[in-house]
């Protein structure tokens, strides 16, 4: 019975939760007990909040029972990345040297879940300050990614612990944030749902910062409706929030089963194939077979810049601006930092003022170019990441794994990563929906359309 729940859709969860069959202190007791049994090996939490969520769980239960039901999602449980601030409660950010940092205020998104009835298991591990696309943390620890029990492989990150956490039915969704990737990655390499969603979609108030101009929460969910749901849920404007202010409210769910008969669907240039694996790219030529067998068109795509150049601008403001908001950890050379991490945010010291401002200024003229290029096409598919996961003794720190998720975030895209094949082994590979700003609700479209065709969302680890 335990493992049912935990493998339950939330979309599922929440009929069932609203119709009374289950009870909110049985879906949590499940999730803790498996919580217990499983993230010994997994570490996915840096902290469970055991005693609250049991608390909780019966408020929601008596509520329900009352008639008092605040919403669909009363009572379902929720992980957040330990970059999301709860008041009173320990926010480490990843870093060894924030082991004690109590948070003062809470989160709007968090306020926002909990004001759903939603109840938050715990806090998941993250790259330290979230400078990281592999997943690792060499002083707090590295989550295990759960589709290979015997070789300890990327996971995938920054959101490392909250990848984990859903693929292996430790949480049913979790938030995660993506500044260069960081929802997507780790979304390709655990076999999940991840949407990395349009700056001001969602406010990041209380959320620790990587990069204030490029950061992004997001959902990390098992199905596209899952993350449409949270998403819609997350967005919303917050007046401790400048960038989310005057941005319409779009409810993705009434367009989410339209399917994609008549989409125009563009596919990545040809020079930007190299970079992927053969698995990698055979499970994404299936998928722009499967798209065409829906009824969308499959087009090409020239773009007058390349990934890697668009990449590396979103490197600069990365570095940049990570390193003026944690220049004196990163300076100090007796601060407990990851020294994986440390040398990535003490690049921005090199940054000059010219070459921010250029990356700056370059970043509106791509905005136009792409603009461009999409003319008459709905969305961009390309794999989400390179290879399937790596073993975590085999990677090279000094490069990065982001190759085809940086782009979105430079050019403030909306892009939705879902799984999409597995390789020679069995690890999961994912495919990247990428739609114009502010247009989840074409890509959460595109996306359910291939779910409902295919049952790649459907595989689970065998944890």
């Not at 290879?387 to 782009?407: G, N």
């Amino acid at each position: 019975m335990t493992q049912d729940l935990t493998r339950l859709p939330v979309h599922e969860l929440s009929r069932q939760l609203q119709g009374k069959r289950l009870s909110p202190v049985e879906v949590v007791d499940a999730y803790l007990a498996r919580i217990a049994e499983k993230d010994g090996k997994l570490h996915a939490y840096t902290e469970v909040f055991s005693e609250e969520a049991r608390l909780a769980a019966r408020a929601a239960e008596a509520a329900i029972r009352a008639g008092h039901s605040v919403g669909p999602l009363h009572g379902v449980p929720i992980a957040l990345k330990d970059l999301i601030e709860i008041e009173g409660r320990i926010v480490t950010g990843g870093s060894e040297a924030w082991t004690k940092r109590m948070a003062t205020r809470t989160a709007t998104l968090a306020r926002k879940l909990m004001a759903q009835g939603m109840i938050v298991l715990g806090k998941t591990h993250t790259v330290e300050f979230a400078m990281g696309g592999w997943g690792t943390n060499s002083r707090r620890g590295t989550p295990w990614n759960p589709w290979d029990l015997k070789t300890a492989r990327t996971p995938g990150g920054s959101s490392s612990g909250s990848g984990v956490a859903v693929a292996a039915g430790l949480a049913p969704w979790a938030i995660g944030t993506d500044t260069g990737g960081s929802v997507r990655l780790p979304a390709s390499w655990c076999g999940i749902t991840g949407l990395k969603t349009t700056i001001g979609r969602v406010s990041t108030h209380g959320v620790l910062p990587l990069s204030p101009t490029l950061d992004t929460p997001g959902p990390m969910a098992r199905s596209v409706e899952d993350a449409a749901l949270l998403y819609a849920v997350l967005q919303g404007a917050d007046p401790l929030d400048p960038l989310t202010r005057g941005l319409p409210y779009t409810d993705p769910l009434p367009t989410l089963k339209r399917g994609v008969r008549g989409l125009r669907l563009a596919r990545m240039p040809q020079g930007e194939r190299q970079y992927a694996s053969a698995d990698v790219l055979a499970a994404y030529d299936r998928s722009l077979a499967e798209f065409e067998r829906l009824g969308a068109e499959i087009v090409p795509l020239d773009l007058p810049f390349l990934f890697a150049d668009v990449a590396a601008y979103n490197l600069r403001i990365m570095a940049a601006e990570s390193y003026t908001l944690y220049r004196e950890l990163v300076d100090d050379e007796s601060a407990p930092l990851d020294p994986h991490v440390r040398p990535r945010i003490a690049g921005g010291r090199n940054v000059s003022a010219r070459e921010y401002i250029e990356a700056l200024r370059m970043r509106d003229v791509m905005k136009q170019q792409f603009a461009g290029a999409m003319e008459g096409i709905d969305a961009l598919l390309t794999p989400t990441t390179m290879t399937t996961a790596v073993p975590v003794d085999e990677v090279d720190q000094a490069k990065a794994p982001a190759h085809y998720t940086r782009f979105g975030n430079y050019l403030d895209l909306t892009a939705l990563a879902l799984p999409n094949g597995v390789d020679a082994g069995g690890l999961p590979t994912s495919l990247q929906v990428v739609c114009r700003s502010l247009d989840e609700a074409t890509a959460l479209r595109i996306g359910w359309a291939y779910q409902n065709a295919t049952q790649w969302h459907l595989q689970t680890p065998k944890v």
